[in-house]
């Protein structure tokens, strides 16, 4: 199985690289922006230069070769409570968090087989009906790669390509300064184990990995 990871260098993304990567048959291709110690340890491919924030990636992925049979995309600017709502800190998070993400996919879409799944790491803070104020642009981002996965999905689905939207739990990383419910570790693992559970018959499905509930937008 040939997978795509994007945001791999630490936290939940380091231990998706890592369990993927430990599996039989599972070729990994990492998309970074830079090189890592803890990615270079493990069996995979990392493609630098990939900076969701600039323009370029999505010629620079016309070079990927092969088919993938999974993707998926956990690169992102994690949130800040802003006092002033600053319009290029606004503009970088919609970019990365979702525009450039899914751009990427869609270019790539002749590149997944027909089965394929491809998996969006949102968050439920996106969800509008759960939305109780602040972290503007965190919400805001995570919202709009909602829409636009579900716009994808409908796209894809003639191609048996399933899309996916996952929150992964409060996990206790870098931008819950360690605060949790979950390990990265264990986040990854449910990420993975309910990866499987879902197949095109569920294309667009805003799912919670760590409760186990369906997410309303």
């Not at 869609?106 to 104020?133: E, L, P, W």
Request: aromatic residues 8%; proline residues 1%.
């Amino acid at each position: 199985m040939r997978v795509l990871l994007s945001g791999a260098n630490r936290g939940i993304g380091l231990q998706l690289a890592t369990q993927l990567s430990g599996r039989e048959g599972v070729e990994l291709h990492c998309l970074q922006r830079n090189r890592s110690e803890d990615l270079d340890k493990l069996p995979l491919t990392i493609h630098a230069g990939y900076d969701f924030s600039q323009e370029g990636f999505l010629e620079k992925s016309d070079a990927l070769e092969g088919e993938f049979d999974l993707a998926i995309l956990n690169a992102g600017i994690g949130f800040t409570n802003e006092e002033e709502l600053q319009l290029e800190k606004l503009s970088q998070q919609f970019m990365v968090n979702a525009i450039s993400q899914v751009a990427l996919v869609h270019r790539m879409r002749k590149k997944f087989r027909y089965g394929a799944k491809i998996v969006f790491i949102s968050s439920i803070m996106g969800s509008t009906q759960d939305n109780t104020g602040g972290y503007y642009g965190y919400r805001a981002s995570k919202a709009a790669l909602n829409n636009l996965a579900v716009t994808l999905s409908k796209e894809f689905s003639s191609l048996g390509i399933t899309v996916l939207l996952f929150h992964p739990g409060y996990v206790q990383t870098d931008m819950t300064n360690g605060m949790g419910n979950i390990t990265t570790a264990q986040s990854a693992q449910n990420i993975l184990e309910d990866i499987q559970k879902f197949d095109l018959s569920h294309t667009g499905l805003y799912w919670h990995t760590e409760d186990k509930v369906e997410i309303p937008y």
